[in-house]
């Protein structure tokens, strides 16, 4: 791959404009901040690089919105694609310009931008689109491309797919609101007596007594417990952002689920929308339970609940919880397995140890 300067960039965009495919390999929280005009974002988590090498994930599930998508899969068309981030001024082996220049063999010629964007933002700041920025809210992830590949190894791991256009986040809580809306039809069941619900569930009375909920598990710092005297109530306080470890409360969300199970309660987890930190301890329940991969556990969830989408940072810990499973006997012992059926789809049913 080709190093080329900041000028080279800005005359080839004068003279061909949408002929040059510009992608940007910074994390989407940099890439929102400012980014050169035009740019698509294409930007892969560490903890995903060796499934990306191993070629476990598609390229595209990366990129970050339907339209950047698009001029993704349009690729062959374009007469050059230019690869930056920061401000490397060379390549090396193991960087991700190096790492997606290999992925991108078929694609017209590759160029890497010498000083990334910190260089052409200083050389052609006109050129460059800037905004406010995100928390990387993990609300932003759409479960519309989080499926597996059929083609895929057994192993393979699913990766989020923002499909939120980023001209319309102006804050986390707008990435949020357009994939959360203050309506619900109720708790969705995961596996017998176990619920998956967001904000709107865990408030509503009507709502959990329709599901007949006994007890309450509430993954958020601020949400409240509404119900104290009818249900029964624990709280992990984890943030849904980049700091939230909910890993060291993966043994405490078990005992009081399989507790309240075993005592014929009905049990929903709940965060705000639903989407990342309920369904990663629910996923986390069935990989401790029934000692099934993440693979299994996660489209266990997601066949029932389509729309979730635990944050890189949540699947990590996950991936973390599976390795740990997979290097010792047991990290906590699974209760008795009795699922009837290797399907994802079918009813777990359980027996007492």
Request: aromatic share 8%; net charge negative.
């Amino acid at each position: 791959m080709n190093s080329e300067d900041v000028q080279w960039l800005h005359t080839q965009t004068y003279q061909f404009g949408e002929k040059i495919l510009i992608i940007d390999c910074r994390t989407l929280n940099e890439y929102s901040k400012g980014h050169i005009e035009g740019a698509i974002n294409l930007f892969v988590p560490s903890l995903m690089l060796r499934r990306l090498k191993k070629g476990n994930v598609p390229l595209k599930n990366f990129v970050n919105s339907d339209i950047a998508k698009e001029k993704f899969e349009n690729r062959s068309s374009c007469d050059k694609i230019v690869l930056y981030d920061e401000s490397s001024t060379t390549v090396t082996a193991d960087s991700i310009l190096e790492i997606l220049s290999k992925k991108l063999l078929d694609a017209q010629p590759l160029v890497h931008l010498k000083g990334g964007f910190h260089h052409f933002e200083q050389a052609f700041p006109h050129l460059c689109t800037c905004g406010e920025g995100n928390e990387l809210n993990n609300a932003m992830f759409s479960l519309s491309n989080l499926s597996l590949d059929p083609a895929l190894s057994a192993d393979t791991i699913p990766s989020p797919m923002l499909d939120v256009g980023l001209s319309r986040l102006n804050s986390a809580n707008n990435a949020k609101d357009l994939l959360f809306r203050p309506d619900s039809s109720g708790p969705i069941e995961i596996v017998s007596n176990l619920f998956l619900g967001n904000k709107v569930d865990a408030s509503s009375l009507d709502l959990l007594r329709k599901a007949r909920i006994t007890h309450i598990l509430n993954v958020t710092p601020d949400l409240p417990n509404d119900f104290t005297e009818q249900y029964q109530y624990l709280r992990l306080a984890v943030k849904d952002d980049w700091t939230g470890y909910l890993a060291d409360h993966f043994a405490e969300a078990y005992d009081f689920i399989d507790k309240a199970i075993k005592e014929n309660g009905r049990v929903l987890v709940h965060c705000v929308g639903g989407i990342s930190r309920s369904s990663t301890i629910i996923i986390a329940y069935l990989m401790l339970k029934y000692d099934y991969s993440l693979n299994k556990a996660f489209d266990m969830v997601k066949i029932k609940k389509t729309n979730i989408a635990p944050n890189f940072n949540f699947m990590g810990q996950l991936l973390e919880l599976e390795r740990k499973r997979q290097d010792s006997a047991s990290l906590y012992p699974p209760g008795s397995i009795s699922p009837g059926s290797s399907s994802i789809s079918s009813e777990i049913s359980t027996t007492s140890c």
